[in-house]
């Protein structure tokens, strides 16, 4: 599965480079909507977090379109994914979470809604009409460009445009947390009085966050020095 992704990025490689400025586009997008403070997300200080908005936005807006069609599983069988289900199955991948718990409960609700058979709402109004207050009004705030765009000025997105531009921000996403948790290692071995045993321990996961953030920053086409 994951070979079968990576293959496929290879081949696109060109336009991650025009990722970026999509995200700074939607960034300007979302600020230049009305300010409803009773639907929209807090703006928080702390930019590491703003990937996690846009991911979760996806979810609301384009959880339930399929971006991953018949893909070969070890079995020998194919499965499919949506938004949802990918992003919430390659963040499990590294065993990640957002920060945020109740975008961690969309995405579930996200996941489990969509692999229903009979729905009575779209997955974007089914989070609106949540009965949990929270996540219907961060979901609405999410969703408030759907509904505030004139037909004519809604941007339409393909689907293999959504999937690019989820998978970009899923390995930016990473790379930002893989960083935290190298800070956080090189601050504890910083400490005196470390068994040699642990600093043994923590020296092999430091290695190993180090080598999957460089992998992920040359996919997007970074460079980073250790």
Same mark, same amino acid.
């Given at each position: ?5 990576? %293959? ?12 970026? !400025?999509? *995200? $700074? ?5 979302? $600020?230049?909507?009305? $300010?409803?403070? %009773? ?29 991953? #069609?018949?893909? /070969? ?20 991948? !590294? ?18 809604? %969509? ?9 974007? !109004?089914?989070?609106?009409?949540? /009965? !949990?207050?929270? *996540? ?53 071995? #910083? ?26 920053? #040359? ?8």
């Amino acid at each position: 599965m994951n070979e079968f992704i990576r %293959t496929e990025h290879e081949e696109k490689v060109k336009r991650q480079h025009n990722e970026q !400025d999509r *995200i $700074q586009a939607a960034n300007v997008d979302s $600020q230049s909507q009305p $300010q409803l403070h %009773t639907v929209m997300v807090k703006e928080k200080k702390d930019n590491r977090l703003d990937v996690e908005d846009l991911l979760i936005r996806e979810v609301v807006r384009h959880g339930d379109i399929v971006i991953y #069609k018949d893909v /070969p599983a070890s079995d020998g069988t194919t499965v499919s994914f949506n938004v949802a289900q990918f992003i919430h199955y390659d963040l499990e991948q !590294d065993e990640m979470q957002f920060s945020n718990t109740q975008y961690n409960a969309i995405l579930d609700i996200a996941v489990k809604y %969509t692999e229903q058979k009979e729905k009575n709402f779209s997955l974007t !109004d089914y989070l609106i009409k949540h /009965p !949990d207050i929270d *996540i219907s009004r961060i979901a609405a705030g999410m969703a408030m460009n759907r509904y505030h765009l004139s037909k004519s000025l809604e941007y339409s997105e393909k689907e293999e445009e959504i999937r690019d531009h989820v998978r970009h921000m899923l390995m930016d996403f990473k790379i930002r947390r893989f960083e935290m948790r190298i800070k956080e290692l090189n601050a504890v071995l #910083k400490k005196q009085g470390i068994q040699i045993s642990e600093m043994r321990e923590i020296m092999s996961e430091l290695k190993q966050c180090q080598e999957n953030r460089n992998l992920l920053a #040359k996919e997007l086409g970074f460079n980073i020095r250790n």
